[in-house]
């Protein structure tokens, strides 16, 4: 028996890797291939020379191989389950968006606005000025880099800035009388219709609402009162072989693209409760979000906070762009997950590795405003962006959450939840086949 077990556990091995390397061959990772290949053919070679030995010792070799494997398997079963959540430990205050880095570069030197907000931020304003001598994204001095595709992802949000009025508008009297449940299935089934990939419904908690206006039509400096009861929130997956270019020009291109998407979808499907009724408003990209979109993913069940301080969703790592809609209209609100990605997070540490701003902690979690996370350095990162001309998305591309979904990677994600010691090893596995310091692709064809 425990010969039988050998041999089949042995072309098990074999098939596992002769179904990566292949599976590598249509994700153009030349890398994972190789490595995989590699080890297809050691591993049957080391079966040819098992069948070339002595009976008694065949047997006895396969025997070995099949009690190691039950062991390594017993292991990785009953090894601790991945248990941390996100933690907030204080309520969260609500934070002004006329704060965020990308509201600051909009005050020009100068101008009263500058002048007001660095005379009640002086501690910002030397870092943001020495930023400010730099060129911003797509720019004519950035241009060159890529002269075909910077000008589309412009466009491209030149596009969204278009939308930002049709975010809101009339409700309709006449107001449907669904039940909350079939609310839930008609919105979320609505917003696969429209182009989303995956959808959540959570209570609008007030904490991840921004307190006053930092851009957008709305007057700069207003109080914001969003006073819907449900958050929306949705994801759209990005292309990985444009992600995997970054930090060069594809992959601003793929974020504009998305976020054009989303900008649709959101603005369609408020319309539509509108229509049902109820109030519901759209929060799309370029200047018109009046809540902090990832940890409203988080609390809708898309996924769970990572390192790189952005939302890691379980389907696609971060790989995705999401969008939101706020509304009255009455809902089932879905719960947070915890699948293991912040454990991963701890020990992996590879978008903080290849950071090209050094802007991702490789140390432990902080407590800021309220709540325990990774907190990055923002204005290294925004001062990245504008050396490189792009939204940069490295940490995207070398997240092993990021893999391109199929039946592979989805096991991988599936036992990940699953096993602390599993984690360790597809950590270290991701390292040797991908690398631990992947590098970009050329610009997708």
């Known amino acids: 028996m425990w010969e039988i077990a050998g041999q089949v556990v042995l072309a098990s091995v074999m098939l596992f890797f002769l179904y990566f390397a292949l599976a590598s061959v249509f994700e153009h990772e030349g890398r994972a291939f190789r490595r995989s290949g ?6 049957g070679l080391g079966n040819v020379f098992i069948y070339m030995l002595p009976d008694g010792i065949q047997k006895a070799v396969f025997a070995a191989l099949s009690i190691s494997s039950v062991i390594f398997v017993l292991g990785v079963l009953i090894s601790q389950k991945p248990r941390s959540s996100q933690i907030i430990k204080a309520k969260p205050r609500r934070i002004d968006e006329r704060d965020v880095i990308f509201a600051r570069f909009e005050y020009h030197p100068g101008s009263e606005r500058y002048k007001e907000y660095y005379r009640t931020h002086p501690e910002r304003k030397t870092r943001d000025d020495t930023i400010r001598k730099l060129p911003d994204i797509l720019t004519s001095f950035h241009r060159n880099k890529s002269p075909e595709l910077f000008p589309l992802a412009s466009a491209e949000f030149d596009f969204l800035e278009h939308q930002l009025t049709a975010v809101d508008g009339t409700v309709e009297e006449d107001r449907t009388t669904f039940t909350a449940e079939k609310n839930s299935e008609l919105i979320k089934r609505t917003l696969s219709r429209l182009g989303a990939d995956v ?14 206006v930092g851009r957008g039509p709305e007057k700069f400096g207003s109080k914001i009162d ?30 504009a693209k998305k976020y054009v998407e989303a900008a649709k979808i959101s603005i369609i499907a408020a319309d539509y409760i509108r229509r049902l009724g109820y109030p519901a408003r759209a929060h799309i990209a370029g200047s018109n979000y009046q809540a902090v979109l990832p940890p409203l993913g988080w609390q809708a069940g898309l996924g769970e906070m990572g390192r790189m301080g952005i939302l ?13 809609i706020t509304t009255d209209l009455p809902l089932i609100p879905d719960r947070p997950e915890v699948r293991g990605i912040l ?3 701890e020990r992996c540490k590879k978008c903080a590795i290849n950071c090209p701003g050094k802007a991702i902690p490789v140390g432990p979690r902080i407590v800021e405003n309220g709540i325990e996370k990774w907190v990055i350095d923002r204005e290294a990162c925004y001062e990245f962006w504008r050396r490189a001309g792009t939204d940069c998305a490295t940490c995207l591309y070398v997240c092993p959450y990021s893999k391109p979904v199929n039946f592979f990677h989805d096991a991988v994600r599936f036992v990940s939840a699953q096993s602390r010691s599993a ?3 597809f950590i270290r596995g991701d390292d040797l086949f991908y690398g631990r310091s992947p590098r970009p692709r050329k610009n997708p064809s």
């Open 423 to 425: 984690q360790g090893i």
């Open 38 to 43: 590699l080890f297809f053919i050691i591993i």
């Open 343 to 345: 454990d991963f997070c």
């Open 226 to 255: 969003l006073n819907h009861k449900y958050a929306v929130v949705f994801a759209l997956e990005m292309d990985y072989a444009w992600v995997a270019a970054a930090p060069k020009a594809p992959v601003i291109v793929e974020t």
């Open 312 to 324: 890691v969703t379980f389907k696609y790592g971060p790989r995705a762009r999401l969008g939101l």
């Open 199 to 212: 959808s959540g419904i959570c209570e609008l908690d007030p904490s991840f609402l921004y307190s006053h």
